[in-house]
């Protein structure tokens, strides 16, 4: 879906531009976000804003108040902490618990409490924070709408939505950066899913065939799954008398793992340059400093290769990824006055995975049968 939401901006000395070229506790990057409306004033002016029992003595990693819109965002080591300011009949307590009974949670959950309205405004104040998936405590169809956009626009975050009806997706249908589930809205699968796997090194695991604690399998008639399936939605069912999450793919087929890397990629490329500009006193503008920079972005897709996230190739047993720089001469006038290099440019091939298979077999079978030829069975 074609959005007009600008991406956030950063302070960074570091822009990693990564276009994709289609065939004719790391730094968190299984981190939690999950966004609740900040509760309003009764009619008196009582009650309302964002709770603020829980300290750091009890488990509160972070508290942040952003002046413009008075949205407030926190970090929870537990959900123990997290209980103190949103108790055990909050939906958020129930996605909160779910998430963290998954086999794979990250050591911390975010939460964004934002008022009425200024979902983008608060979203882009929270931005850049330690996180890289979002869902909401509530259905919310408008605020999910705008969140699924705000990750278009982005193309570096995911919202995870669950509902009950591949239907509801619509709005968003076909957005990259947008992981639609259908399942009842009486339990997470949305947190389950991303305790479940989001925090394993990335690269190293596929989002199919995951199980989760608490979670029930459906069954769906082969019309509906069909219908869940041509939606590029995530089911959880059973196979075989085990359960799995049905697929791994945004809402518009491209595959979550496949986007996590690219993810991976630039935000790692960004820090690792960006960390080599903070620990040099200078890097000059010659051969030897581009070199430097050059080094550092093969060494990030290296480190990407033995992840998993990029291809083998067969000839050279090494990652199939490029990395190419041009020399100081080559770049503009304006870029050296600036001290601005953009000589740097890398390729590489995703190295995808697996998820079904055709085993083709041929029975030799010693009976003649009345047509004169041998049985068969399939």
């Not at 934002?114 to 405590?137: E, I, T």
């Not at 291809?311 to 006055?337: C, H, I, M, P, Y």
């Amino acid at each position: 879906m074609t959005t007009a939401i600008a991406p956030y901006g950063r302070i960074t000395d570091v822009i990693v531009n990564l276009k994709e070229q289609q065939p004719i506790p790391q730094i968190g990057f299984g981190n939690i976000l999950f966004l609740t409306k900040t509760p309003a004033p009764d009619s008196d002016g009582k009650g309302g804003g964002v709770p603020n029992n829980a300290t750091t003595t009890d488990g509160l990693l972070r508290s942040v108040t952003d002046s413009t819109t008075g949205a407030v965002y926190k970090e929870y080591s537990s959900v123990d902490a997290l209980a103190l300011d949103y108790d055990s009949s909050t939906p958020l307590y129930n996605k909160v618990t779910t998430y963290f009974n998954q086999q794979f949670p990250s050591d911390r959950v975010a939460v964004l409490s934002y008022p009425k309205g200024k979902l983008q405004d608060s979203l882009g104040a929270f931005w850049w924070q330690d996180w890289y998936f979002m869902v909401f405590d509530q259905d919310d169809p408008e605020d999910m709408t705008l969140a699924s956009n705000i990750c278009e626009a982005n193309l570096l975050k995911f919202l995870v939505v669950q509902e009950e009806s591949v239907d509801a997706f619509s709005p968003w249908e076909g957005n990259e950066y947008t992981i639609d589930l259908v399942h009842p809205l009486t339990e997470a699968m949305d947190a389950a899913l991303i305790g479940r796997v989001a925090s394993k090194t990335v690269g190293s695991v596929t989002w199919k065939f995951k199980d989760l604690d608490g979670i029930t399998t459906q069954d769906y008639s082969a019309t509906d799954f069909a219908g869940i399936t041509n939606h590029h939605a995530i089911a959880y069912v059973m196979v075989n008398g085990t359960p799995e999450t049905s697929e791994s793919w945004t809402s518009n087929g491209e595959y979550i793992d496949n986007l996590h890397g690219d993810t991976w990629i630039k935000t790692m490329v960004q820090l690792n340059v960006q960390k080599k500009f903070q620990e040099n006193d200078k890097i000059p503008y010659e051969k030897s400093g581009i070199d430097l920079l050059t080094s550092v972005v093969y060494n990030t897709l290296d480190t990407g290769w033995q992840q998993g996230i990029i291809l083998t190739d067969d000839a050279t047993k090494k990652g199939d990824f490029n990395v190419t720089s041009s020399d100081r001469d080559a770049q503009s006038l304006e870029d050296l006055s600036k001290r601005h290099y953009g000589g740097i440019q890398f390729t590489y091939h995703r190295s995808g995975a697996i998820h079904s298979a055709t085993i083709n077999g041929l029975i030799q079978s010693d009976t003649i049968t009345a047509n004169g030829g041998g049985g068969a069975s399939s």
